[in-house]
């Protein structure tokens, strides 16, 4: 049996690992002579970008390297079964803009999006090399000079975009790339702003029909969710953000998110119902000014975290100055007014245009009229008789 880098079905393309027996999307066995290569590796896409390898996957799209004429880039597809699914299509696009319009260094930005030839929708970022925050976090518990560190870029990251009034909804370890910039300094990049929403509310139409709950899967990740999205809450805000980066700094803090249980359903009620063991109890060399800043992330009312994710950054900030005194380059990042903003949007997410859903069948109108006449047809004739 042959062994290929990137297997793929060759009944859907659904990407599947080389020991798989049956495609996970289709249920198409394995071939004899073993799965196929993917078949976008190794093609010119939009006639620029060379697809070099397959770099993830998961439920919903594939991620490949590619290469253009001046940079090499990451290039995100729906799975093509899902290019109806007009809901994941919204999330897809609204992802796309968000990410292409946010001017922030610790955001990854798309550089385009749309529609192929072929009906897939597609994303194409900047490529960042760097390792995922949980990936560190399986390893080891990160420095907390460097722990403070990434905290501080993600608040930089969230200042700018709630100011755009964006929130992300999903922030988690694997959502945080740890990379450099050229000359070598350390640099934070967000990703995945599929769980996006806008708070100006003459643009909510960009989200509508967007549902808040998808089959199983919860509008968040439960071990970084905060009590208000756990309860489906109205009126989500950015408080909700700083309540999942105070998961994420317990966790590189003390080696340990503050909740843990057997079922995301018990995880999601305890982020709801108990008080976080403080930092300090399960470390005692965290400094006292740091868990205080931690718990106050995490207060279940959200009324008493901070305001803001630039009051928190502040707060840090006060707490322990930047290298060099530096406050950081939140001050110098540009922010849109918000209207004009969404209206940029707006006019962004028309590039990709949602897929036609399928009228349905009205045979069942022409089965009941043919019913409805041998009843009748039948009537009479009893009437004749």
Same mark, same amino acid.
């Given at each position: !049996?042959?062994?290929?880098?990137?297997?793929?079905?060759?009944?859907?393309?659904? =990407?599947?690992?080389?020991?798989?027996?049956?495609? &996970?999307?289709?249920?198409?066995?394995?071939?004899?002579?073993?799965?196929?290569?993917?078949?976008?590796?190794?093609?010119?896409?939009?006639?620029?970008?060379? #697809?070099?390898?397959?770099?993830?996957?998961?439920?919903?799209?594939?991620?490949?390297?590619?290469?253009?004429?001046?940079?090499?880039?990451?290039?995100?597809?729906?799975? &093509?079964?899902?290019?109806?699914?007009?809901?994941?299509?919204?999330?897809?696009?609204?992802?796309?803009?968000?990410?292409?319009?946010?001017?922030? &260094?610790?955001?990854?930005?798309?550089?385009?999006?749309? *529609?192929?030839?072929?009906?897939?929708?597609? !994303?194409?970022?900047?490529?960042?090399?760097?390792?995922? +925050?949980?990936?560190?976090?399986?390893?080891?518990?990160?420095?907390?000079?460097?722990?403070?560190?990434?905290?501080?870029?993600?608040?930089?990251? +969230?200042?700018?975009?709630?100011?755009?009034?964006?929130?992300?909804?999903?922030?988690?370890?694997? $959502?945080?790339?740890?990379?450099?910039?050229?000359?070598?300094? &350390?640099?934070?990049?967000?990703?995945?702003?599929?769980?996006?929403?806008?708070?100006?509310?003459?643009?909510? @139409?960009?989200?509508?029909?967007?549902?808040?709950?998808?089959?199983?899967? !919860?509008?968040?990740?439960?071990?970084?969710?905060?009590?208000?999205?756990?309860?489906?809450?109205?009126?989500?805000?950015?408080?909700?953000?700083?309540?999942?980066?105070?998961?994420?700094?317990?966790?590189?803090?003390?080696?340990?998110?503050?909740?843990?249980?057997?079922?995301?359903?018990? #995880?999601?009620?305890? @982020?709801?119902?108990?008080? %976080?063991?403080? =930092?300090?109890?399960?470390?005692?060399?965290?400094?006292?000014?740091? $868990?205080?800043?931690?718990?106050?992330?995490?207060?279940? $009312?959200?009324?008493?975290?901070?305001?803001?994710?630039?009051?928190?950054?502040?707060?840090? $900030?006060?707490?322990? %100055?930047?290298?060099?005194?530096?406050?950081?380059? *939140?001050?110098?990042?540009?922010?849109?007014? %918000?209207?004009?903003?969404?209206?940029? +949007?707006?006019?962004?997410?028309?590039?990709?245009? +949602?897929?036609?859903?399928?009228?349905?069948?009205?045979?069942?109108?022409?089965?009941?009229?043919?019913?409805?006449?041998?009843? *009748?047809?039948? *009537?009479?004739?009893?009437? #004749?008789?």
């Amino acid at each position: !049996m042959s062994t290929v880098s990137h297997p793929s079905c060759p009944a859907c393309d659904f =990407p599947v690992y080389e020991h798989d027996t049956k495609c &996970p999307n289709c249920s198409a066995k394995r071939p004899q002579d073993g799965w196929p290569q993917d078949k976008r590796i190794g093609t010119v896409f939009l006639g620029k970008y060379k #697809i070099l390898k397959r770099i993830g996957f998961g439920a919903t799209g594939c991620v490949y390297l590619a290469q253009g004429d001046h940079q090499t880039v990451a290039l995100k597809f729906l799975h &093509p079964h899902l290019s109806a699914d007009v809901e994941l299509v919204k999330r897809f696009r609204i992802e796309a803009a968000v990410t292409q319009k946010l001017e922030v &260094p610790q955001v990854v930005k798309t550089i385009d999006f749309g *529609v192929a030839e072929d009906g897939s929708y597609y !994303m194409v970022m900047e490529y960042v090399s760097g390792t995922s +925050l949980s990936t560190l976090l399986r390893l080891e518990r990160p420095p907390l000079d460097d722990a403070i560190e990434v905290t501080r870029q993600v608040l930089r990251a +969230l200042d700018v975009a709630h100011r755009h009034r964006i929130i992300h909804r999903d922030l988690k370890p694997s $959502n945080i790339i740890l990379t450099t910039t050229e000359d070598g300094t &350390p640099l934070v990049k967000i990703l995945d702003f599929g769980f996006a929403k806008c708070l100006l509310e003459k643009h909510h @139409h960009i989200y509508k029909d967007i549902k808040v709950t998808r089959g199983r899967i !919860m509008m968040g990740t439960p071990h970084y969710m905060s009590p208000e999205q756990a309860q489906a809450s109205q009126g989500i805000d950015g408080r909700a953000d700083l309540y999942s980066l105070g998961v994420i700094l317990y966790q590189m803090v003390t080696g340990v998110v503050p909740f843990d249980a057997s079922t995301q359903m018990d #995880i999601v009620l305890k @982020h709801i119902h108990e008080e %976080p063991i403080p =930092p300090i109890e399960r470390d005692p060399s965290v400094p006292k000014p740091l $868990n205080d800043f931690i718990m106050k992330l995490l207060s279940k $009312n959200r009324e008493m975290r901070f305001k803001s994710a630039r009051e928190a950054l502040d707060t840090l $900030n006060s707490i322990f %100055p930047p290298p060099g005194g530096q406050q950081g380059a *939140v001050d110098s990042a540009p922010v849109t007014r %918000p209207t004009v903003f969404f209206q940029e +949007l707006d006019r962004l997410v028309q590039q990709a245009p +949602l897929p036609q859903k399928k009228k349905k069948s009205k045979s069942w109108i022409y089965v009941v009229a043919i019913i409805a006449a041998i009843v *009748v047809v039948a *009537v009479v004739v009893l009437a #004749i008789k």
